[in-house]
């Protein structure tokens, strides 16, 4: 075997490079509203023996003021009963079919999946409709899937990345409803099967939900069950929409001990404006240069270049009425704090290095190539059909939407960068600086290089008990 040549191999801190971008296109829907006032979009395809349904109604977290679960659980208990069939009938009669039923809640949307053969969507479609419109919620079901959502939830406290996310999420968006991953247990402790019957009634407005039709079926002969299923249908909307939430003023740090972690959580986040803002694309792409794979500024200097992680990325998240960007890792415990001067040194460094042409395309080859790959599956275009209703999308978004980020320019990639001049917001979860516990004076004096970014730390418990807090380079 001859000598290996080093122009076979790209370099490790780059992506490989592709003289195009890639291409496809999105599937083109229909669309139109049932008398009941029901939107509906379909997308048939033949290609499959598959039909996905999707039933979107909107509200989810944003709904759920003040915050008690209400949204999750109806998610949880409507299938635990109907006024024609018990949950076994439900779990039976979905399994002889060959059908599933899962259920998806998220800041703006609760979202009813049903996936059957396309052979029996007739009779799936039957269960999934007395699922929707007739639940009886029985009393014993919600106590047993409130208690159990509860220990979920303490289960989750163990986990670094879920007990970040809590403090993130708090300190960006505050009392908003966005900012509260999960209820407080009191909340979940006090829950009966009238407050769901009251939750189903405020939330089942068939003016604000969507029926989505994907694979192979006739969407007119979905929509005549539907139709007749739905007609007359008496409830409306009668949850307060909350108002956006407001960025707090100064930036905020936060110590989350978790005695004998042997790594720390990083977060860094900043609160970004809603879906369809100037920023969105443009920052998307910012985004996937700091943290959207290998090849990312982060991944590059925290794995490659210092040895401290395994990876380094960035989460860009946009909703109805806000959204926030989140760049985020997990460190040896012994290097927090060089871990987390790196972080610092790299988002101060975007307004004098913003990302050149490569980065950029490197970045959109990334992007448009998930793109297309994930909306090959039958779930992933129902998803992107959720996505248009829930954030009032135009029609043709998904079909321009390559051509959207391929028209993207540094100018606009480097301005969206000027979030981060906004005040950070800082999580770390872990043991303590250097793997001692947090001494609150230390905080103050020896992380001094966030001062520009972050007015105030705080060190909390793993229950979201305040323990100390001080201000920064004071």
Avoid: N
């Amino acid at each position: 075997m001859g000598a290996l040549r080093t122009w076979e191999f790209p370099p490790k801190d780059r992506a490989p490079v592709q003289p195009v971008l890639p291409t496809g296109s999105f599937p083109v829907h229909t669309r139109g509203r049932l008398s009941s006032g029901l939107t509906w979009m379909a997308v048939p395809r033949s290609d499959v023996e598959l039909v996905e349904l999707a039933w979107v109604v909107e509200g989810g977290w944003r709904s759920d003021v003040p915050r008690r679960g209400i949204p999750e659980l109806l998610g949880r208990c409507m299938p635990e009963g109907t006024v024609e069939r018990s949950v076994h009938q439900i779990a039976f009669d979905l399994e002889r079919w060959g059908a599933y039923l899962h259920v998806d809640v998220d800041e703006d949307a609760v979202t009813f999946h049903l996936t059957s053969l396309a052979s029996t969507w007739m009779e799936a479609l039957g269960v999934f409709l007395d699922v929707l419109l007739q639940p009886t919620f029985p009393a014993l079901a919600v106590r047993r899937e409130a208690r159990r959502w509860a220990q979920q939830i303490e289960a989750s406290r163990a986990e670094p990345e879920f007990l970040a996310r809590e403090r993130m999420r708090a300190s960006l968006f505050g009392a908003h409803p966005y900012g509260q991953v999960v209820p407080p247990a009191e909340a979940l402790e006090g829950l009966h099967r009238w407050d769901l019957l009251a939750g189903y009634a405020e939330r089942m407005d068939l003016t604000r939900s969507a029926l989505l039709i994907v694979g192979a079926v006739d969407p007119e002969a979905v929509l005549r069950v539907v139709e007749a299923a739905t007609a007359g249908w008496p409830l409306r909307a009668r949850w307060d929409e909350p108002s956006p939430p407001e960025p707090e003023p100064d930036g905020r740090a936060h110590w989350v001990l978790r005695p004998q972690s042997v790594q720390t959580e990083i977060w860094v986040g900043v609160p970004v404006g809603p879906v369809g803002t100037p920023d969105w694309l443009p920052g998307l792409v910012l985004s996937t240069v700091l943290g959207g794979g290998a090849s990312g500024r982060l991944f590059v200097r925290l794995r490659e270049e210092k040895g401290y992680t395994y990876g380094a990325y960035s989460r860009h998240q946009r909703f109805l009425r806000g959204g926030w960007w989140v760049v985020s890792t997990q460190v040896r415990k012994d290097v927090t704090r060089a871990a987390l001067r790196e972080v610092a040194r790299i988002l101060e460094d975007l307004p004098e290095r913003p990302p050149d042409r490569a980065e950029i395309e490197a970045a959109l080859r990334y992007v448009i190539g998930r793109f297309v790959i994930h909306h090959q599956t039958l779930q992933a275009v129902a998803q992107r059909l959720r996505d248009l209703f829930i954030y009032r999308l135009p029609d043709d978004f998904w079909q321009t939407y390559t051509d959207m980020l391929a028209a993207v320019t540094p100018a606009a990639v480097a301005e969206a960068g000027s979030a981060w001049r906004s005040p950070w917001h800082v999580v770390c979860v872990g043991e303590g600086p250097d793997g001692r516990p947090p001494d609150v004076g230390a905080l103050r004096t020896e992380w001094d290089f966030l001062e520009p970014h972050v007015r105030m730390w705080h060190v909390w418990d793993v229950y979201g008990r305040l323990i100390g807090e001080t201000g920064v380079g004071c």
